[in-house]
């Protein structure tokens, strides 16, 4: 165990007044630590879309937008149920529990995954998914370290305002980094004349049918390059239409 690592990760999850805080922590130091080959953090502002707050570069960049895209995964499924969800073999795992997801995965060579939930009291603050090449189960003590990652982030989350604002903060510190998904979902709720629930499952569906990234689509109904009509004649969840 890299416990020098770990010590610096959990320092860095003190964010001081003005620092910008969360935002500062190491994700790859925080994978050395604990032996993993990627993290990548999630926050569910108000049970709603997930809010990524950091990730290491690469495989466990792509699995966070696909979990994000496709609404299926231990991430998801920990936002909703405020349990862990501990996968050590993924190839032994049934196609059935995340049919979209699960090949995705296998194609990424992802062996194992284990997602903690961020937790206060009952209330469930967002996901810390932890993947591993090598299949096989977290060794107790590395499972050990990551729920104190897990409480260090939450007391973090929790301490003030200002570590709220931290993780919504987008590169050009102004908005949050998703804040196109959730304004898109708004735009397609009334274009379609569907509920936000329902708004949010079309635009994933469309993303996911025309492989692009869900941010990307989302801009483009921002920027109303595509609209979602509910007199569309497509099958729900097109991509909607272009305007002239």
């Known amino acids: 165990m890299a416990s020098g690592d770990l010590a610096a990760v959990l320092e860095s999850l003190r964010p001081a007044p003005g620092s910008g805080g969360l935002i500062g922590a190491d994700a790859q130091r925080c994978a050395r630590a604990l032996e993993v080959d990627g993290v990548a953090v999630s ?61 995705e995965a296998w194609a990424m060579d992802i062996g194992a995954m284990f997602c903690l939930p961020l937790r206060l009291g009952e209330v469930c603050l967002g996901a810390m998914t932890l993947q591993r090449v090598r299949p096989g189960p977290l060794r107790e003590a590395l499972l050990a370290d990551a729920w104190i990652v897990t409480r260090a ?15 919504g903060v987008a590169e050009d510190g102004s908005h949050f980094y998703r804040a196109a998904v959730h304004q898109a979902a708004g735009m397609i709720s009334v274009q379609a004349n569907v509920s936000l629930a329902e708004a949010q ?8 049918r025309w492989g692009r990234p869900l941010l990307q689509v989302a801009e483009d109904v921002v920027a109303r390059r595509v609209h979602f009509r509910h007199d569309d004649e497509d099958e729900p969840g097109s991509y909607g239409r272009r305007r002239d």
């Open 43 to 103: 926050v569910t502002p108000g049970g709603g879309l997930s809010e990524l707050l950091w990730v290491t570069p690469g495989v466990s960049a792509r699995l966070e937008d696909l979990q994000f895209t496709l609404g299926q995964g231990p991430g998801p499924e920990v936002a909703s149920s405020g349990s862990a969800v501990l996968v050590p073999d993924l190839s032994a795992e049934p196609t059935a529990r995340w049919p979209a997801l699960l090949p």
């Open 153 to 167: 982030l939450s007391a973090a989350l929790v301490q003030d305002e200002e570590s709220w604002a931290a993780f």
């Open 201 to 208: 499952i079309r635009l994933r569906a469309s993303a996911f």
